[in-house]
């Protein structure tokens, strides 16, 4: 795994505070920024995020029910709504989105982890720690 995996893991596990986390996106271009929100969402759909997740994940971002991320969640089969949030244009709109699919990652990896991973595992994410 890269360095951007990896912080993104230490953000989703809160072993990084958000607050690093959006300051680094932010330092980000444009293009860089669209890269990791894809990132994101893949990690996402890969901890199995359920359209359950969706009112924990708003509340844990920080987003207001009415703010475009928060909204698109809300709607429908959530893998097609993560694509739609990893794809948001203007900045604003792509911190928020940042913001929510790092809530949405740690939702769902903290459930497959506490059901899959309960009784010891191997994978490289567990063994994270902060430098």
């Known amino acids: ?12 596990q ?10 680094w996106f932010d330092g980000l271009g444009q293009e860089e920024q669209c890269q990791v929100l894809l990132l994101l ?11 359950e997740d969706a009112p924990e994940s708003i509340r844990r971002a920080g987003l207001r029910p009415t ?3 928060a909204v698109l969640i809300s709607r429908g089969r959530i893998d097609e709504q993560l ?14 989105a940042f913001r929510l699919l790092i809530a949405v990652l740690a939702i769902a ?3 497959r982890r506490e059901r899959f991973c309960s009784g010891g595992c191997s994978h490289w994410w567990h063994g994270l720690s902060v430098a």
């Open 14 to 23: 809160a072993l990084r505070p958000i607050s690093e986390g959006i300051e």
């Open 1 to 12: 795994m890269n360095e951007r995996d990896v912080l993104l893991n230490k953000l989703a």
């Open 67 to 69: 703010h475009t991320p």
């Open 41 to 51: 969402r893949h990690h996402c759909v890969q901890a199995r995020a359920v359209t």
């Open 109 to 111: 990896d903290g459930r």
């Open 83 to 96: 694509g739609k949030i990893a794809g948001l244009a203007p900045l604003d709109e792509r911190r928020k």
